[in-house]
Structures are given as structure tokens and as C-alpha cells.
């Protein structure tokens, strides 16, 4: 099974603190794909400080110019094998 003990923060891999983890699940087959380590409120502050930072940048960017990027990430996501509703399984666990 697969661990993800870092978060993505402002483009730099951040040491998860927390030691909390929640296991997720292919949303076909219900498999256990792995662990994600949980953040904690210091890991949520710097990701929102860093996403206000970078907002000005993505909106000069436009839709036009700015779309294909979000895309290639969409992309890169389905490649790793992670669905969109395992994603939101992890989150609602965070709740």
C-alpha cells in the first residue's frame, strides 16, 4: 500500500505533523489503496497563505492560458490511479 507522508505546499514537499492518517479506498472496488497522513491547523494556514499569494499570478494568467495547466494536473492525478471520490473520502474523513 502506498504512504503519503507530505503535503504539496506552495510547490515545496512539507513534513506532515499531525501523525494522524486515514486510510483510502478505490471507489470501484473499495480496495485499500493506502494511508494519507492528516495536516493540521499550521499545515491548512500555510496552505491558504501560500494559495492567496499565488492567486494574482493564476489570475493573469486567464482561463485561456491557465486552464491547460489545471488540466495536465487533472490528468497526472488520474494517471497515479486516484480517483475524484477517493479524494473527497480522505477530505470528509478530515471533518
Known amino acids: 500500500m502506498i504512504q503519503w507522508n507530505e503535503h504539496l505546499i506552495n510547490g515545496a514537499r512539507q513534513a506532515v505533523r499531525s501523525g494522524r492518517t486515514v486510510r483510502?479506498?478505490?471507489?470501484a472496488t473499495e480496495a485499500p489503496?493506502?494511508?494519507?497522513?492528516?495536516?493540521?491547523?499550521?499545515?491548512?494556514?500555510?496552505?491558504?497563505?501560500?494559495?492567496r499569494l499565488a492567486l494574482p499570478g493564476w489570475q493573469?494568467?486567464?482561463?485561456?492560458?491557465?486552464?491547460?495547466?489545471?488540466?495536465r494536473w487533472r490528468t497526472r492525478w488520474k494517471a497515479w490511479g486516484r480517483t475524484w471520490r477517493t479524494i473527497s473520502r480522505a477530505k470528509?474523513?478530515?471533518r
Open 60 to 71: 493573469r494568467l486567464g482561463l485561456v492560458r491557465g486552464r491547460p495547466c489545471c488540466v
Open 24 to 27: 483510502i479506498h478505490d471507489a
Open 33 to 51: 489503496l493506502g494511508d494519507i497522513h492528516l495536516g493540521h491547523a499550521g499545515d491548512v494556514d500555510q496552505a491558504v497563505e501560500a494559495a
Open 92 to 94: 470528509s474523513a478530515c
